[in-house]
């Protein structure tokens, strides 16, 4: 597959949550190999690659509405389990492959993928990473991604906490690759907007328990009473009965029920690009939207009210200087980020964001050109260096320790019919309730 060949390049994108295919799909464009300008026509060189998207069925796989409000479309997009997709790529011819996946789900796919593509010459250029903030499992979840052929680090301070990490275990380092995260950009904070906004970004899962959320819940509302002349947002990552990456028991749309609070606090949901447009300060607990926030030179916060703590993600942000609480926001305080802490995340607004992908692209294009195609994947964990671990996380895939589909594993031997999609989304629906609805209150029960 020489990469100066006139066709746009193929990519398939592999997703099993809205904020990862956001990153997949975002990163595949990035990435992509371009054809030559004197291999193709003008139009042809100028567009982007053929985008075919892929949704692991699962928790979290996410809804039509979910999709819009991403706004990162496809050329194809469609649901299947994990041995459907194996078998789409036994036979596809793509260039990249993106595995945007929680880490098991990469192992998962890696060893599938090394058995389907074990007599082919040639195969696509396997690429995965992390669609934000790596603050917790990292060697865990890192030695899951090992084995694609590129495992892209969000910043330079991520590619040196990786290769420790591979280099630590006496695994091949050389996979990482420095990039940033694809979706940073949009205009640059240029003052105070009327009326001023203050916008609270929130986690499904951080922080977990009900008396931090409402804490955090009754200082926004408190704000926003404090400041009548300012419009207080809440921005909400799904509604209730939807999961995103990470699961939501205690949904803020239901806790704000509890509260009474005044005209200028909203709830709102959306692009989270749309919503910085209009924002003068960004407050969160750990979300990467301080990231995006950060590059586009708005004023942030990273709370401190609830203590910096690895649970909860903000101890990423030691040095950042921009660490504050409700209180001190409320007296009027306005961090100043740390530009060197800034710079070392990747999210420097000076230009340098345009070239982030560069080296990925290169190294892919060179992996695309090499001679006789690529080895075939392997990846650190076998059934010989992790026995008590690795079997594991195949059979959660319904894919055996060689990587072959178990007996009696979902659609592994015809596409799923019109009755089968409708049980699938029924199961997913009665899931998604047991855990919202049931699960808390049985957790209640269980403390009296």
């Given at each position: 597959?020489?990469?100066?060949?006139?066709?746009?390049?193929?990519?398939a994108?592999?997703?099993?949550?809205?904020?990862?295919?956001?990153?997949?799909?975002?990163?595949?464009?990035?990435?992509?190999?371009?054809p030559?300008?004197?291999?193709?026509?003008?139009?042809?060189?100028?567009?982007?690659?053929?985008?075919?998207?892929?949704?692991?069925?699962?928790?979290?796989?996410?809804?039509?509405?979910?999709?819009?409000?991403?706004?990162?479309?496809?050329?194809?997009?469609?649901?299947?389990?994990?041995?459907?997709?194996l078998?789409?790529?036994?036979?596809?011819?793509?260039?990249?492959?993106?595995?945007?996946?929680?880490?098991?789900?990469?192992?998962?796919?890696?060893?599938?993928?090394?058995?389907?593509?074990?007599?082919?010459?040639?195969?696509?250029?396997?690429?995965?990473?992390?669609?934000?903030v790596?603050?917790?499992?990292?060697?865990?979840?890192?030695?899951?991604?090992?084995?694609?052929?590129?495992?892209?680090?969000?910043?330079?301070?991520?590619?040196?906490?990786?290769?420790?990490?591979?280099?630590?275990?006496?695994?091949?380092?050389?996979?990482?690759?420095?990039?940033?995260?694809?979706?940073?950009?949009?205009?640059?904070?240029?003052g105070?907007?009327?009326p001023?906004?203050?916008?609270?970004?929130?986690?499904?899962?951080?922080?977990?328990?009900?008396?931090?959320?409402?804490?955090?819940?009754?200082?926004?509302?408190?704000?926003?009473?404090?400041?009548?002349?300012?419009?207080?947002?809440?921005k909400?990552?799904?509604?209730?009965?939807?999961?995103?990456?990470?699961?939501?028991?205690?949904?803020?749309?239901?806790?704000?029920?509890?509260?009474?609070?005044?005209?200028?606090?909203?709830?709102?949901?959306?692009?989270?690009?749309?919503?910085?447009?209009?924002?003068?300060?960004?407050?969160?607990?750990?979300?990467?939207?301080?990231?995006?926030?950060?590059?586009?030179?708005?004023?942030?916060?990273?709370?401190?009210?609830?203590?910096?703590?690895?649970?909860?993600?903000?101890?990423?942000f030691?040095?950042?200087?921009?660490?504050?609480?409700?209180?001190?926001?409320?007296?009027?305080?306005?961090?100043?980020?740390?530009?060197?802490?800034?710079?070392?995340?990747?999210?420097?607004?000076?230009?340098?964001?345009?070239?982030?992908?560069?080296?990925?692209?290169?190294?892919?294009?060179?992996?695309?050109?090499?001679?006789?195609?690529?080895?075939?994947?392997?990846?650190?964990?076998?059934?010989?260096?992790?026995?008590?671990?690795?079997?594991?996380?195949?059979?959660?895939h319904?894919?055996?320790?060689?990587?072959?589909?178990?007996?009696?594993?979902?659609?592994?031997?015809?596409?799923?019919?019109?009755?089968?999609?409708?049980?699938?989304?029924?199961?997913?629906?009665?899931?998604?309730?047991?855990?919202?609805?049931?699960?808390?209150?049985?957790?209640?029960?269980?403390e009296?």
């Amino acid at each position: 597959m020489p990469v100066s060949t006139p066709k746009r390049p193929r990519i398939a994108v592999l997703a099993d949550s809205d904020t990862r295919w956001k990153w997949g799909a975002l990163t595949a464009d990035r990435i992509a190999p371009r054809p030559s300008m004197e291999a193709a026509p003008r139009e042809d060189a100028q567009a982007g690659p053929l985008v075919d998207g892929f949704l692991l069925r699962g928790r979290a796989t996410p809804t039509p509405r979910q999709l819009e409000e991403v706004g990162v479309h496809a050329d194809s997009l469609r649901e299947v389990t994990a041995v459907e997709f194996l078998r789409a790529m036994a036979g596809g011819t793509y260039d990249v492959l993106v595995l945007s996946l929680v880490g098991g789900g990469v192992q998962a796919m890696l060893h599938g993928l090394a058995r389907v593509w074990e007599n082919r010459a040639e195969r696509p250029v396997v690429v995965t990473g992390y669609v934000g903030v790596v603050y917790e499992k990292l060697a865990d979840g890192l030695l899951l991604r090992h084995g694609a052929d590129l495992v892209l680090a969000n910043s330079r301070q991520d590619a040196d906490r990786f290769r420790a990490v591979y280099e630590g275990v006496g695994a091949d380092a050389s996979s990482v690759t420095e990039v940033a995260l694809p979706f940073l950009g949009g205009a640059p904070y240029e003052g105070e907007h009327d009326p001023y906004t203050v916008v609270f970004a929130a986690q499904p899962s951080v922080p977990d328990s009900r008396g931090d959320r409402m804490y955090l819940l009754d200082r926004l509302v408190r704000h926003a009473r404090r400041h009548p002349e300012r419009e207080v947002l809440l921005k909400l990552r799904s509604k209730p009965g939807e999961h995103t990456t990470h699961i939501e028991e205690l949904p803020y749309q239901k806790l704000v029920q509890r509260l009474d609070p005044p005209a200028n606090f909203r709830l709102v949901y959306g692009n989270m690009g749309e919503v910085l447009d209009r924002t003068d300060l960004l407050v969160t607990v750990s979300s990467t939207a301080a990231l995006e926030s950060l590059h586009r030179r708005i004023p942030t916060v990273v709370l401190s009210d609830l203590g910096i703590r690895e649970s909860l993600g903000n101890h990423h942000f030691v040095g950042s200087g921009c660490l504050a609480s409700w209180d001190q926001l409320d007296a009027g305080h306005r961090p100043t980020p740390d530009e060197e802490w800034v710079a070392r995340q990747g999210v420097v607004a000076d230009g340098s964001y345009d070239f982030a992908f560069d080296a990925a692209g290169k190294r892919i294009a060179e992996l695309l050109a090499r001679p006789g195609g690529l080895p075939p994947l392997a990846p650190y964990y076998t059934p010989v260096t992790a026995p008590g671990y690795l079997p594991g996380i195949l059979a959660r895939h319904h894919l055996g320790p060689d990587g072959a589909p178990l007996p009696g594993a979902p659609a592994a031997d015809k596409e799923p019919g019109p009755v089968r999609q409708i049980v699938r989304r029924a199961a997913r629906g009665a899931y998604r309730h047991g855990v919202q609805r049931v699960a808390p209150v049985i957790r209640r029960m269980g403390e009296l």
